[in-house]
């Protein structure tokens, strides 16, 4: 089975505060056989890290460890976000409403009949709507 992690629950994987039943369950899937994950997503995952550090809400040493343990883990960036950008990403995100990056994870999950693993109540709805599996807390 393919599974897609999209970066808020990444983040929720790491934040202390925000570990669910469920942000376990996708550490242990995601840490046992993997996932993909859109090309965007360091950048999504760098900037949410960047933000919180800004706000005090973690120091730099804690969020550098939060890097560290991602990087462990088994996670593929796919190939075609990008080329798929303009097409069929920007054809979902105009008829599902969702912004382009999130389009990204919905199209992604979609073209690889992937679980999403996601905190996103909007994207976890039109996956759900679309027939996905769906791993959200």
């Keep these: 089975m393919n599974y897609v992690l999209d970066a808020s629950m990444a983040l929720a994987m790491l ?21 993909v994950v859109p090309s965007l997503w360091r950048l999504e995952v760098a900037n949410a890290l960047r933000s919180a550090a800004l706000r005090r809400r973690y120091d730099i040493g804690s969020l550098d460890a939060m890097l560290d343990q991602l990087k462990q883990l088994p996670i593929s960036v796919d190939g075609e976000t990008d080329e798929r950008a303009w097409g069929p990403t920007l054809d979902l995100s105009r008829t599902e409403g969702l912004p382009v990056y999130d389009a990204a994870y919905l ?13 996103d109540r909007d994207l976890v709805a039109r996956a759900r709507a679309r027939g996905l599996g769906v791993i959200a807390p």
Excluded: Q
């Design 107 to 119: 199209e992604l999950a979609l073209r690889l009949d992937a679980t999403l693993l996601s905190c």
């Design 15 to 35: 934040f202390d505060d925000e570990v669910t039943a469920e942000t376990e369950m996708a550490l242990d899937i995601v840490a046992e056989v993997g996932a």
